[in-house]
């Protein structure tokens, strides 16, 4: 992600756990910050960091971190996998301190550098819109599939953060596939015999 971000024009400072990682990410035209002290003082008001950590403690912990150093205006973008109710959570913790938080539910894997990254947003929409160029460079081109007629980027207005919600009910949908709901094998309905 730092290197499409970085590819399509944008200053990443980039951290890692892994120290080489940073050393890499550096030599390709970043600015490595070897703690998140650094990471944050590298980076301008209003800043804005993207958190790509495993869901759970992790996530907590650096969340956590991060907004015992930021400052109110900034803005914690959270693309891992977590519950949604955690970034609901955090949110509203976060709010308080008057920093705000972003949950992006992110897919794409390796291949996201050359495609792009299936990007599920939630957040305060003035936010949200304010990091639009960020969510455009990390996003799939149109490229040569036509548009589904009546189908574009839509997002409740108003909402906590819901990204990772929305997810889930996508998945949801091609886990059901077409047709109606099917039953486990070996059970019978109520009304069936």
Known sequence: MARRL???GHGVVAHATDPEAVRQLAREGALGAMSLDELVERLAPPRAVWVMVPAGAPTEQVVTDLGKRMAPGDVIIDGGNS???????RAGT????GIHYVDVGTSGGIWGLERGYCLMIGGEPDVVARLDPVFRTLAP???TVPRTPGRAWRR??????SGRRVGRC?????TAGPGPPRRPAGRRSATRP
């Open 6 to 8: 970085m590819r399509g």
């Open 83 to 89: 519950y949604y109710k955690d970034d609901v959570r």
């Open 94 to 97: 976060l709010r308080g301190h």
């Open 141 to 143: 081109g149109l490229g």
């Open 156 to 161: 409740p207005g108003g909402a906590p953060p």
């Open 170 to 174: 996508g998945r949801a949908a091609e």
